[in-house]
């Protein structure tokens, strides 16, 4: 019940340890260890900077984000730290109610509100393009027994991919599965994760969560631009400079 | 040099008058004001509250902003309120330096950067869709004698449509005017407006920001939510609780 | 069990009167009929250039495309013709098995294949956005209480924008309303319509007909284009020209 | 200047001889052959079936497209064949005058026109994204001294993502480089290409085709659907007929 991020680092290099990690959160980990060509450590919201430091941050590919009650607590530097990682490159896969997560929402840019009920109902997830790397291996559908309903309307800007739609028992629908792009950062909200139901412990959501992370993996290149001037002299066609100017050769722009 | 956001309001109703505005601001609310169908006031960084109060916004159909090197004294509740009313509808024109702004910034999540030069030097900007309502009454391109110049990589997610983009002397090109949708806010981002020189002087520009507003115009409907509690007792299917809760009935999220 | 595309004409000008109809359309007709600033007019299958003469379409704002056994039937040459009036700005409105229509596959560029079956199950219509202004006036859901089931994956390119989701009694789910631009046409697909049920009889079906028609109506200015050579002493810059070319001045490209 | 399709297979398996082709093509071909874990062959309008078998299309990965003078001459057959393996993940590149190619045309959706000279003049692709997978390796922009100009309004689907906007020596400016997904088969566009310049010995050029090969390839499963029954019986939720139906169990729907 605390915010707990969850980096993964793909390819080969030195494992570490998972920190002692809440009941939800290492489920989700252990889920992801099962390929064991993804190298996975986790941060907490009680570390200092949430375990989220420059250093581990440069060092994530992917960043699975699961929080909840504690949404307010995360710093505001560590959410622009984060962020600016993902323009940068890193994937960034929100979960259940990582929706209302600070990250999630400043990438988003609209409310990402959404409608919720707790009543123990059936959520069957469907795939609604079974070629898509996030639905590598699995059927037409999956089912989660027992879990919280989240319904539309879902408010996010349009999706780049939609990859599951859900059916609720108790009659709802919801866009459970959305990808975006921001910046270079491929991004994936995937919305089971109850923490009151054994939602990580369901082999297909297990699933989804490694098929996830290793779409979200950057590109090779890394980048994050702030702004830059050209001055006259270095553009790409000759030109005389014809009129006044507010900022010196070199000087950076207005933040 | 400060940020003076414009508000517009659309349709019949009283008229007020504008206040004591710096010469860019002005210029671009008289531009404005030639179309007279729309009722046109204007809000300054100085005023209280920016001029933004609750009931002004309400008030507002369209907002136009122009910011430059205040964007960091924009109060953050001013944000907070321009965003919320954005995504129950109102219209909102970023200009020029804008895309730096904090409400711009926040409606697209990414980081917004783009390169630039002050040469006083050439800018065309080409219609991509001469039927867009934004381009009414444009000819193929129009021309800004002397101007900054903004150029790529700009560092927005793609835009719903790209209405125009230009070509600059020194050899540049920039995405000039792209529109996208927030909640159900309409948005639109115009490059141009340098206030060294007499952009909203240009016919061409005054135009584009004329069919802007009206391009921008909020469907009838306001709409707004804030993850509200579907009880089990109002599921739209008949359902039992078969499981655990972290909430009360009728008891709001975690924000 | 026609073709029977149905044009939509706004604004005031002189109407005319239906033809002779099978009942499907006829029903979807009368619901049109009900909004009194609509005129409009049918067109069949059967008759010469199923109804769709140049002129026709010239006076057409909206079309809406009812059609389902006899998709092979429709002459590619009225089909070309239908598309190069929706590039120019005509509304689209393709209903239920058109999905699978010549125009709607030609517009999307994908299989648009789904899956279904009949059943006579319920169908529960979800609203993704109460403030769209297809759905206007809508709950936040209207029930369809017996009809055939179209469910995921639907394969369409990216919607601009999901207004409905439909939840199925038999478990499915679906994208029940989703809107798109190519070239200046709006386009709004509307999976509701089965023939054997009477679904265009239901009073939010008839609602959602007459939000789309006004939603998919053209902006002022038509525009359509076919590749034209600029020639070199047309360029906005003067430029010599420094190389062999393959066409004469004034020439059109290869088609 | 004939219409010449280069199959690119990717990974390890025995190579196949370039055919003999245009120098166009071949240069083209060549360009991608630097990259030795690529295997490339080559297939020309005049061969049977324009030398995309059901099998030579079933080993391809990414399919380059390059035609103009002879679109029409295109079998529709064949057309039809390209487009399903394309839904299923194959990659499909359509450089230069291929924008009007019966393929592309057919997979937009739009009247994919433009405007276009052919001056000899300078063009100056800028990159709008350095980190993008297609821009890999390439400085802030590239130039080519003297080509043929391909000029906005360019209409086509909003792309997924621009990768690369054109400055033109006489003034115009375009989207060069543009990605869609249609079904799973990931297309780019790239306009660089004139058969009377030697547009393929550009280095920069030669670059783009190969990261954008490998940026198109797919995914590892491929897919294509055609409108399944889902019997009642099949049902995911257990259901009763309760309506009539059209169709008999296991029948297929009209096309």
Known sequence: MVNSPIGIRLGPSPSRQLSDLLKTQAIAADALKIDNQLEIRAATLAEPEHGLTEEVLEETDVLTWWGHVAHGQVEDAIVDRVIKRIWQGMGFIALHSSHYSKIFKRLMGTSCSLTWREAGEKERVWICNPAHPIARDLSRYFEIENTGMYGEPFVIPTPDEIVFISWFEGGDVFRSGCTWKRGNGKIFYFSPGHEMYPIFFN????????????????????????????????AAERITVKGPRMHKEGEEGYR
Chains 1, 2, 3, 4 share one sequence.
């Open 203 to 234: 082999l297909n959501v297990q699933l989804v969560l490694r098929n996830a992370v290793r779409w979200a993996a950057p590109d090779p290149e890394r980048w994050i631009d702030t702004c830059p001037q050209i001055p006259a002299d270095q």
